[in-house]
């Protein structure tokens, strides 16, 4: 005969909730495997955006291109130090400074740093370039906040503002705060920042000019402006109209911006190994015009919607 039990038989649902605690559990176990093994893939491609190295070369005079393949880069070289617009990715810092060395420059001349605005892609390799070079950094007041907490901005709405919380860069330390119309001087260089605020609300433009053979030529390093529909921020409207007066204002025989297809850097660059004048391939006030232009009518549209 065979034993029997006296326990009375446990019902399929009953065992069914006794097993859902292990499912859970083994659920959790596999995503927090994923996690650790796509965390730092991920943390990779975040702290390099995708860039990859060009070639550096000189735009006219003492002004040269130093960024990614995208993400901008600017050198302005002069005999007591150099300024270096914006710092790419936090990945995009070696990359500048390979490029900087290849031009035949030491990042220990540095001895500026600017920045267009605080997002991630153009504020997240300037503490690494601080480090290298000993370089102060200038900013707006709007945009010193946000580097200095790498890139925390607590003006822009949830749930973009949580994002850039969670998603920090090493934080440089900004040493000067620049108001509308100061000018930056090291040695005979001189920069001018404009705030243009809209895309960021410490969006700043600089000015220079350079001195390329025996003409000088007015550039612009134009801020974005492309409205962020997700990361609104108080005033936006306005400071967008201001800005666009501003910048159709500026000379410019030169420009550029922090996104190199932009400007047409690569299309530019194949121009200037055929032209007279190298650095005439890049002058280019109409493209500048346009710039704005187009700007302005996104943010027209935008305001019909
Ligand atoms: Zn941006």
Same mark, same amino acid.
């Given at each position: 005969?065979?034993?029997?039990?006296?326990?009375?038989?446990?019902?399929?649902?009953?065992?069914?909730?006794?097993?859902?605690?292990?499912?859970?559990?083994?659920?959790?176990?596999?995503?927090?495997?994923?996690?650790?093994?796509?965390?730092?893939?991920?943390?990779?491609?975040? /702290?390099?955006? =995708?860039?990859?190295?060009?070639?550096?070369?000189?735009?006219?005079?003492?002004?040269?291109?130093?960024?990614?393949? /995208?993400?901008?880069?600017?050198?302005?070289?002069?005999?007591?130090?150099?300024?270096?617009?914006?710092?790419?990715?936090?990945?995009?810092?070696?990359?500048?400074?390979?490029?900087?060395?290849?031009?035949?420059?030491?990042?220990?001349?540095?001895?500026?740093?600017?920045?267009?605005?605080?997002?991630?892609?153009?504020? =997240?390799?300037?503490?690494?370039?601080?480090?290298?070079?000993?370089?102060?950094?200038?900013?707006?007041?709007?945009?010193?906040?946000?580097?200095?907490?790498? =890139?925390?901005?607590?003006?822009?709405?949830?749930?973009?503002?949580?994002?850039?919380?969670?998603?920090?860069?090493?934080?440089?330390?900004? /040493?000067?705060?620049?108001?509308?119309? /100061?000018?930056?001087?090291?040695?005979?260089?001189?920069?001018?920042?404009?705030?243009?605020?809209?895309?960021?609300?410490?969006?700043?433009?600089?000015?220079?000019?350079?001195?390329?053979?025996?003409?000088?030529?007015?550039?612009?390093?134009?801020?974005?402006?492309?409205?962020?529909?997700?990361?609104?921020?108080?005033?936006?409207?306005?400071?967008?109209?201001?800005?666009?007066?501003?910048?159709?204002?500026?000379?410019?025989?030169?420009?550029?911006?922090?996104?190199?297809?932009?400007?047409?850097?690569?299309?530019?660059?194949?121009?200037?190994?055929?032209?007279?004048?190298?650095?005439?391939?890049?002058?280019?006030?109409?493209?500048?015009?346009?710039?704005?232009?187009?700007?302005?009518?996104?943010?027209?549209?935008?305001?019909?919607?």
């Amino acid at each position: 005969m065979l034993p029997t039990s006296d326990a009375p038989r446990e019902s399929a649902p009953s065992r069914r909730r006794r097993r859902w605690p292990i499912i859970l559990l083994g659920l959790l176990g596999v995503i927090i495997a994923a996690a650790i093994i796509l965390y730092p893939k991920w943390r990779r491609n975040t /702290d390099n955006g =995708g860039q990859k190295p060009v070639e550096p070369f000189r735009i006219a005079g003492n002004f040269y291109y130093v960024g990614a393949n /995208d993400v901008a880069s600017f050198l302005i070289t002069g005999p007591q130090g150099h300024i270096l617009i914006d710092g790419g990715y936090p990945g995009t810092a070696p990359l500048i400074m390979a490029s900087i060395a290849k031009l035949g420059f030491n990042i220990r001349d540095v001895k500026v740093l600017l920045n267009s605005e605080p997002h991630f892609d153009h504020g =997240g390799g300037l503490a690494a370039l601080q480090k290298a070079s000993g370089a102060q950094l200038w900013a707006s007041a709007a945009s010193a906040q946000v580097l200095s907490s790498g =890139g925390y901005d607590a003006g822009i709405a949830k749930p973009i503002g949580l994002i850039t919380w969670l998603i920090r860069y090493p934080a440089p330390r900004v /040493d000067h705060v620049v108001k509308d119309g /100061d000018t930056i001087t090291v040695g005979p260089t001189k920069v001018t920042a404009h705030l243009t605020p809209g895309h960021t609300a410490g969006c700043t433009s600089w000015t220079f000019p350079v001195h390329d053979g025996d003409r000088v030529l007015n550039v612009v390093s134009a801020c974005s402006l492309v409205g962020l529909g997700n990361a609104h921020y108080p005033g936006q409207r306005s400071d967008f109209e201001r800005t666009f007066r501003v910048l159709h204002g500026l000379p410019a025989d030169i420009w550029v911006t922090s996104h190199a297809r932009l400007f047409g850097r690569y299309r530019k660059l194949v121009a200037s190994r055929t032209a007279k004048d190298p650095a005439d391939a890049f002058i280019d006030p109409a493209g500048y015009r346009a710039y704005v232009d187009s700007g302005e009518a996104r943010f027209r549209r935008g305001q019909e919607h």
